[in-house]
T-cell receptor
Framework: NAGVTQTPKFQVLKTGQSMTLQCAQDMNHNSMYWYRQDPGMGLRLIYY???????DKGEVPNGYNVSRLNKREFSLRLESAAPSQTSVYFCASSDLKNTEAFFGQGTRLTVV | AQSVAQPEDQVNVAEGNPLTVKCTYSVSGNPYLFWYVQYPNRGLQFLLK??????LVKGSYGFEAEFNKSQTSFHLKKPSALVSDSALYFCAALGGSQGNLIFGKGTKLSVKP
């Protein structure tokens, strides 16, 4: 099994550009998450989706939108990138029955 | 508000000595608690979890953690540290009805030969 797959692995954007980070899981998990990781800040939750068709804001949702396209896919969109969004982004999924979350390898985004 | 705290930014241990990485939590209801490890330029890897039952849980690579409800703590331990254990360790809690997984800020573990 591939587990959780994120694309792209690296991205450089100019301020004001838009992009979508893709995430797919093949474990039939109900819950999916998007986090950003910044030095000294740990992982901060941007958005999560407890099940297909539902999304909820996390700790730092401003400047982001998400789409739970189906049970497998959960995308994160930056409509107008800002330098403050330079970070490493992680997608994760879990099955609430088991509760252990599995993580993708991360997307390193730089906004210049 | 629900939160997870890791009071130490860094823990330094000599190889062969026991190690402890501290974690305290504040979540509603019965907490589900986790430890993850992150090696440089990698995603997070699951180490162990506490859901219910025995307060001492054992996980991967010889790690264990002790759940203490009265102190709202879930400290990670290993009897004998290895240089290869050097990494960033995250404590996490699943709380609330929505299943929101909350992380601490991480503790960098450095094991010296």
């Amino acid at each position: 099994n591939a587990g959780v797959t994120q694309t792209p692995k690296f991205q450089v954007l100019k301020t004001g550009q838009s992009m979508t980070l893709q995430c797919a899981q093949d474990m039939n998990h109900n819950s999916m998450y998007w986090y950003r990781q910044d030095p000294g800040m740990g992982l901060r939750l941007i958005y999560y989706s407890a099940s297909e068709g539902t999304t909820d804001k996390g700790e730092v949702p401003n400047g982001y939108n998400v789409s739970r396209l189906n049970k497998r896919e959960f995308s994160l969109r930056l409509e107008s990138a800002a330098p403050s969004q330079t970070s490493v982004y992680f997608c994760a999924s879990s099955d609430l029955k088991n509760t252990e979350a599995f993580f993708g390898q991360g997307t390193r985004l730089t906004v210049v | 508000a629900q939160s997870v705290a890791q009071p130490e930014d860094q823990v330094n241990v000599a190889e062969g000595n026991p190690l402890t990485v501290k974690c305290t939590y504040s979540v509603s209801g019965n907490p589900y608690l986790f430890w993850y490890v992150q090696y440089p330029n990698r995603g997070l890897q699951f180490l162990l979890k506490y859901i219910t039952g025995d307060n001492l849980v054992k996980g991967s690579y010889g790690f264990e953690a002790e759940f203490n409800k009265s102190q709202t703590s879930f400290h990670l331990k290993k009897p004998s540290a290895l240089v290869s254990d050097s990494a960033l360790y995250f404590c996490a809690a699943l709380g609330g009805s929505q299943g929101n997984l909350i992380f601490g800020k991480g503790t960098k573990l450095s094991v010296k030969p």
